[in-house]
């Protein structure tokens, strides 16, 4: 494996563990939302409020999609980050193996897609 090859990797993990530690910084458990004045202080989740007070949100179709989405990837892209953490520093064992270098190839292409 090249030096660039490891570099690119170790700047795959670099970025991970940036996302991780932002991740670490969001607020745990149920998010609540203020509906004008009437439930900022219970701890509903959005799709909750959004059926326990509809007259009082008016979000439309894509915000209530857009807000489920968001939630739905968060725990995903958290476990994303940990394996590709774990592939970069595997693959970089293996070295200049036929898998180490595909592995390599794999990775870096899929962060590549990304940008």
């Known amino acids: 494996m090249n030096p660039t090859t490891e570099q690119q990797l170790d700047a795959i993990v670099v ?4 996302n991780l530690a932002l991740a670490d910084k969001r607020t745990p458990g149920k998010w609540y939302m ?15 409020v959004c059926q326990l007070f509809p007259e009082l ?3 439309t ?7 489920d989405y968001i939630a739905a990837c968060a725990g995903a892209a958290e476990a994303g ?10 693959t970089k064992e293996l070295g200049n193996t036929a ?17």
């Open 15 to 18: 970025q991970c563990k940036a």
């Open 34 to 48: 203020t509906c004008m004045g009437r439930c900022s202080s219970y701890d509903f989740s959005v799709p909750e």
């Open 57 to 59: 949100v008016h979000w």
């Open 61 to 67: 179709d894509q915000q209530r999609a857009n807000g």
């Open 81 to 90: 980050w940990r394996s590709t953490i774990l592939a970069c520093e595997a």
């Open 99 to 115: 898998l180490g270098i595909a592995l390599a190839t794999g990775i870096i292409a899929a962060w590549e897609a990304n940008k």
